[in-house]
């Protein structure tokens, strides 16, 4: 190489790709993080699912500048020798480095304050409403009203995962165990797990959690094959029940998503009861606690079991919007089955990301993420600033020759619904032999 540097191949660093053994390459510098992916904030499955690669577009996109001068530890002395950037990485990092000078990561307008304002008054209002006001209607209004706040703090603990949005790191995490755990009963820590690996592997069949949900929901005849989740651990069985369910999944879907909290809340205790290690488990546990507290209380003060029961699922049903916009985010992109590659990272944004059009006034409805390939291309970006940047991501795609989708809320539900249908048809396909039960076979023999 005519110096002193030593140097290793892209197929050597690609044996280091195991929990005990895992390298990684960024900027073409090799470097040791089998110990340190035990410790990442952002957890080991992202590091995981990335060694054994140059993963320099990704560390760019989740990393502050200031986590550069942490690597040197874990340097091995090796330089990838056949390091290259392509034409988009290259367009990227420096629209990123654009981004940094301009100080976009760090200005994060006052959407905080107002969101928090917002979020008090309409839990204020849901109590009075159940609390001091009387008839049915009013207390379903109620209802709605919680599940609106819920659409909206989501949005808050999303923002606090990918940025500090708070003063300090303390309050930031205090911000999300009171948005996440404690207003909407789903723990942080289950979302930062996977979140994080849902932005590492974009629409992965096996690799991308937010996709595999057998045996309820398929957007892919490729997870018929039965494939097996590295996310989870175990295999995605598509067996007699899951093959029913997916069959008719075109007219299930808005249903499902009415009622998609009750396994984000059973995902949440899963995790936190499990052996796994799960940072600030007790601050989550104590957070879901509180939850369970306040809302069946909330919920007991309404005066019979009907106005019960409807007021939970008319908070279910309105905030089932949120649940729907984050699929029509992905169902209807394109998928792959694979771990996903370092070298190709814009590339796997564009292809697993579709924009929801809308105008600006709406843009603390959707809580910004209508603009999901700007945020997954800049994660750390505060939501402020999406609408800012969508025009040079659009360039950017169309100068790269790759796709750039926004659609109207009701475009993306069409193509969510068809995606699925095709799908649905593909499961009923009686030459896919999958053991059929009776129940199959009795609504389905005549067609």
């Given at each position: 190489?005519?110096?002193?540097k030593?140097?290793?191949s ?42 054994g ?8 996109a ?28 290259r ?5 990123h ?25 309409l ?31 989501a ?6 995962g ?6 300090t790191?303390?309050f ?18 289950w ?27 398929a957007?892919?005849?490729k ?5 097996t ?9 598509f ?35 499990s052996k ?7 601050l989550?546990?104590l ?23 409807f ?9 089932s ?9 992905h169902?209807a ?29 709406m843009?603390?409805?959707f ?12 994660p ?11 025009p040079?991501?659009r360039?950017?795609?169309k100068?790269?020759?790759l796709?750039y989708?926004s ?41």
């Amino acid at each position: 190489m005519g110096d002193n540097k030593k140097y290793i191949s892209s197929d050597e660093l690609k044996k280091h790709n195991k929990f005990d053994d895992l390298w990684i390459s960024i900027q073409g510098k090799v470097y040791n993080v089998t110990d340190w992916a035990k410790e990442h904030p952002g957890g080991d499955i992202p590091l995981m699912n990335l060694a054994g690669q140059d993963v320099t577009d990704a560390f760019i996109a989740f990393h502050p500048g200031t986590a550069w001068k942490y690597l040197d530890r874990f340097f091995t002395g090796y330089y990838l020798e056949d390091f290259k950037v392509s034409e988009v990485s290259r367009d990227y990092r420096r629209l990123h480095s654009e981004f940094s000078k301009a100080g976009m990561f760090e200005k994060k307008g006052h959407g905080v304050i107002y969101s928090l304002c917002f979020v008090a008054l309409l839990l204020f209002t849901c109590v009075y409403g159940v609390l001091y006001c009387d008839g049915f209607w009013v207390h379903m209004f109620s209802g709605g009203l919680l599940g609106f706040l819920w659409m909206q703090v989501a949005y808050l603990g999303h923002d606090s995962g990918h940025y500090q949005i708070m003063t300090t790191r303390g309050f930031n995490k205090l911000a999300q165990i009171l948005t996440g755990n404690c207003l909407t009963g789903i723990s942080i820590a289950w979302w930062k797990w996977t979140h994080n690996a849902h932005h590492v592997s974009c629409n992965s069949l096996d690799y991308d959690p937010d996709l595999q949900h057998l045996p309820m929901l398929a957007v892919s005849s490729k997870l018929f094959h039965s494939l097996t989740s590295q996310f989870y651990g175990r295999k995605l069985t598509f067996d007699s029940l899951s093959r029913f369910f997916v069959s008719y999944q075109h007219i299930t879907y808005y249903p499902v998503m009415c009622v998609a909290r009750v396994n984000l809340y059973l995902q949440t205790l899963l995790l936190l009861f499990s052996k796994r290690k799960v940072p600030d488990r007790a601050l989550n546990i104590l957070g879901i606690f509180v939850f369970w507290s306040w809302f069946p209380l909330l919920v007991s003060c309404l005066p019979n079991w009907n106005e019960r029961v409807f007021f939970v699922l008319t908070s279910f049903c309105v905030c089932s919007v949120q649940h729907i916009q984050f699929t029509l985010n992905h169902f209807a992109a394109n998928v792959y089955v694979g771990a996903p590659k370092g070298n190709d990272w814009f590339e796997k944004q564009t292809s697993g990301t579709i924009d929801i059009a809308c105008s600006s006034w709406m843009d603390w409805f959707f809580g910004g993420l209508q603009f999901q390939l700007e945020h997954h291309l800049f994660p750390r970006l505060p939501r402020c600033h999406l609408r800012n940047v969508s025009p040079v991501v659009r360039e950017l795609c169309k100068k790269h020759n790759l796709p750039y989708r926004s659609l109207s809320f009701f475009e993306a539900n069409m193509w969510t619904l068809r995606t699925l249908r095709t799908a649905a048809l593909e499961a009923r396909d009686f030459s896919n032999s999958i053991p059929k039960n009776l129940l199959w076979e009795a609504v389905n023999t005549h067609g």
